[in-house]
């Protein structure tokens, strides 16, 4: 079982044996989670030195757009962005994974330079998205507009400068 404080050893590990892991902490109070994550995240950008790609699903806990009062909230986003922004050089990959894009920290958000969206039917959510796209390629009225109306499966995926695509796209179920 993961511990709060056992974030930093854990990565230690992954990037001594460049073994692949799926770290849950489900179980783990949001405090907790925090810590963990604070630790790995610290020790992953400072050990690493081979590629990686790290998914953190629920990314909105770990880089929020508005900070908790928590001991770690302000180091956790620093650690976060630090991964996200100065990681690429360091051959690290960030997926970030979030049902509410308007509740992830905008430095952290900025970062992207793919997305895959579903359906948002919340407009704060559509708003962020919308912000990404300004900044990152223009236009996507026909993305917004159509995001709260996105059948289950259906996503847009735009990359406007590494892929150089924008498509409406069908992902299949899960089995």
Same mark, same amino acid.
């Given at each position: ?19 692949? +892991?799926?770290? *849950? %902490? =489900?179980?783990?109070? $949001? ?6 994550? @604070? ?39 620093? +650690?976060?962005? *630090? %991964? =996200?922004?100065?990681? $690429? ?6 997926? @970030? ?15 992207a330079r793919t997305l895959i969206v579903h359906q948002l039917p919340g407009p704060q959510d559509g708003d962020a998205i919308a912000a990404w796209m300004r900044s990152n390629a223009g236009g ?36």
């Amino acid at each position: 079982p993961l511990e709060p404080g056992a974030g930093a050893r854990v990565a230690r590990f992954l990037v001594e044996t460049n073994a692949p +892991a799926l770290l *849950d %902490l =489900v179980e783990m109070r $949001r405090d907790d989670q925090q810590r963990f994550v @604070l630790g790995f995240a610290e020790e992953l950008f400072h050990r690493c030195k081979r590629p990686v790609h790290l998914v953190v699903d629920e990314c909105d806990l770990f880089a929020p757009q508005t900070l908790r009062k928590s001991e770690h909230a302000k180091h956790l986003l620093d +650690a976060m962005e *630090d %991964l =996200v922004r100065r990681g $690429r050089a360091k051959g690290i990959g960030v997926t @970030l994974i979030s049902q509410r894009p308007a509740l992830v920290h905008k430095d952290v958000l900025s970062q992207a330079r793919t997305l895959i969206v579903h359906q948002l039917p919340g407009p704060q959510d559509g708003d962020a998205i919308a912000a990404w796209m300004r900044s990152n390629a223009g236009g996507g009225a026909e993305v917004i507009d159509s995001l709260p109306s996105l059948d289950i499966g259906e996503a847009w995926l735009w990359s406007p400068s590494w892929l150089k695509l924008l498509r409406r796209v069908r992902v299949r179920p899960r089995t």
